[in-house]
């Protein structure tokens, strides 16, 4: 029997670094392509001759099969030629207990090329996949990310608005509008930056703003402010006096937060529009606790169900299956802090709804008898997400 030809390959942005190994494990060829149609043709006739010399199947290793990879990938196994993802864990040990710790991307495909070497005969690499739900994963996983890092940009502009409106208007401010974000609210800072600005402003230059911007005429909002104007003219405390550079950073500020939270509904609608058309999403939104970004993201992350032989499995894959140690006979477990984490998230969101006030019976009935059997809170709760 002949045993496969090896090929590490370390993809980036422009190039992508490869190594070839021999059935013994030896480098016998190591070179650079680009990220071109033409650089993948040159690739093939490369691992074609080899083939021919040596007589033996090619089996090629890439550390990324998700951006810079992918496109690689896809054509290689096109060619019917195996594609294994190689873990960046593997690589990273490999290199940890190597004599050199030196890292570039000739080292990478090397590295890259020794794992898929070893852990070939032992079956524990994934093969690359191409099919539809596949490609369905990798681009619900893009939309997720993008989803997520928007609502980090809300909160970050948040808090930096918080601090402005802070300089600007003082405490004051969070009386006006019992959200601060609100349409309203943001376009009303807006027009009136500082608290001098607005004392100096006509009550009918304000109320018009209000209202524009207003799905109806609030009456009640509008008085309110009337009457909290007159209070601070009123008190005894000068003005603060605000910079035109303060006013600029707030009034920029803002303009940016009112694009974000756009992007952020048009981005959700785009979600829910992808969700609403896939069966095992529905599935999933029909549990207790589980919504839109929460099934989004376990879809995401679990890609294909079938790649997990069994519950323990996909357990021990997202981090809820507690872990093992001792010696002698004598044994504890701990919660793992391994795994993938944004499954773990999921997950660990869902139990605490299922676990809230409005949560399920069963999961509530299962973690008291989890208390009663001497475990502590946190023990019971990651027996629940493992349940679960």
Not at 298 to 307: G, M, N
């Amino acid at each position: 029997m002949n045993v496969p030809m090896v090929v590490g390959i370390d993809p980036h942005k422009k190039t992508h670094s490869i190594c070839v190994l021999n059935s013994r494990g030896k480098p016998v060829r190591e070179f650079e392509i680009g990220n071109s149609c033409e650089d993948y043709e040159k690739l093939k006739t490369e691992l074609d001759a080899k083939q021919m010399q040596n007589e033996n199947e090619v089996v090629v290793g890439l550390e990324d099969t998700e951006q810079y990879g992918l496109n690689l990938a896809v054509y290689l196994s096109g060619l019917g030629i195996p594609v294994k993802v190689v873990n960046p864990i593997y690589t990273k040990r490999e290199r940890f207990y190597s004599p050199e710790i030196s890292k570039d991307d000739k080292r990478d495909a090397q590295l890259t090329a020794s794992v898929l070497w070893r852990e070939l005969a032992k079956d524990t690499l994934p093969d690359f996949v191409n099919s539809q739900q596949a490609n369905f994963s990798r681009d619900l996983k893009g939309i997720v990310g993008d989803y997520r890092s928007l609502v980090n940009s809300q909160t970050r502009l948040k808090n930096q608005l918080h601090q402005l409106l802070n300089m600007t208007y003082g405490n004051c401010y969070e009386e006006f509008f019992s959200s601060p974000f609100s349409k309203t609210a943001m376009e009303f800072f807006c027009r009136f930056p500082s608290l001098n600005c607005f004392l100096k402003t006509r009550n009918e230059v304000w109320q018009k703003v209000i209202v524009k911007n207003s799905h109806y005429r609030l009456a009640s909002q509008i008085e309110h402010i009337k009457k909290l104007k007159n209070c601070l003219r009123k008190e005894t405390i000068i003005a603060l006096k605000t910079s035109g550079i303060v006013v600029g950073r707030l009034q920029r500020k803002i303009t940016e937060l009112k694009f974000i939270q756009g992007q952020t509904k048009e981005t959700k609608e785009e979600l829910q529009k992808v969700m609403s058309d896939n069966q095992q999403a529905k599935k999933l939104m029909g549990l207790n606790g589980v919504g839109l970004i929460i099934a989004s993201i376990i879809l995401s992350e679990v890609k294909d169900i079938k790649r997990f032989p069994s519950d323990s499995k996909l357990a021990s894959y997202s981090g809820c299956a507690p872990r093992k140690y001792g010696s002698g006979g004598k044994y504890q477990y701990y919660s793992s802090k391994r795994g993938n984490r944004k499954l773990n998230w999921a997950i660990h969101r869902m139990t605490l709804s299922q676990l809230g006030n409005r949560g399920t019976k069963e999961t509530k009935d299962y973690f008291q008898k989890k208390l009663k059997l001497g475990k502590n809170k946190k023990q019971a709760f990651t027996a629940v997400k493992r349940v679960l």
